[in-house]
Every structure is written in C-alpha cells, then in structure tokens.
C-alpha cells in the first residue's frame, strides 16, 4: 500500500512563506494527477491546488497567486510553495491524488499562521 509522508509545516507568522514536501513509498507521482488539500479545526477538507500531467496548475481562489504547487518526479516528491500566509491558512495540509483520492490519508502537516 502506497504511503504518503507530508512535511515543512510550521508555526509563522502573517506573511510569511513556506514550502511543504509530500513524498510517497511508491512512484506515483509520473503516474497520476495530485493535489495539495487542507483541513482546518471544524472544517471539511478542501482542495488548494493540484498539478495535472505534471504542467497543469489548478488553485482554489483562496491561495490563487500565493501557492505554488510543483512536481520532481526524480525526487519522488510533490512541492507547495506557500508566500504571503495569512491566518486563514491555518490548517492541516495533505497530498494525495487528484481528482479521485486513491491512497490513505497521511499525517498532514501543521501550518499556523499567527503572530
């Protein structure tokens, strides 16, 4: 069973920048679509960004223009670059395959934006 391993959250502050790492046990990543996605306390999870044949970007309107989401496929890992956090943010982040959730949920990332 593929494993997906989420990494760089952090305590920032308001503006601040980011850059969370997913990485998987198996070679996924040149094989299916991803996503980026978050849960915030009380909240449904949400998409925030995907990267569909390794090119095509895709943002929720919330992070358009801030989050970049990018792909090594050497490296086996799937990037978010996150600039100018607001609190808003604040959540657990995930990856996972987009648009169709194939794999479990990993541990998710902690991001806090707070000052």
């Known amino acids: 069973q593929v494993q997906l391993v989420e990494s760089g959250g952090d305590l920032v502050q308001p503006g601040g920048s980011l850059r969370l790492s997913c990485t998987a046990s198996?070679?996924?990543?040149?094989?299916?679509?991803m996503g980026w996605y978050r849960q915030a306390p009380g909240e449904q999870r949400e998409m925030v960004a995907t990267?569909?044949?390794?090119?095509?970007?895709i943002y929720a309107d919330a992070v358009k223009g801030r989050f970049t989401i990018s792909r090594d496929n050497a490296k086996n890992t799937v990037y978010l670059q996150m600039n100018n956090l607001k609190p808003e943010d604040t959540a657990v982040y995930y990856c996972?395959?987009?648009?169709?959730?194939?794999?479990?949920w990993g541990q998710g990332t902690q991001v806090t934006v707070s000052s």
């Open positions: 996972n395959t987009y648009s169709v959730v194939l794999y479990p």
């Open positions: 198996g070679n996924i990543f040149s094989v299916y679509d």
């Open positions: 990267i569909i044949r390794g090119r095509i970007t």
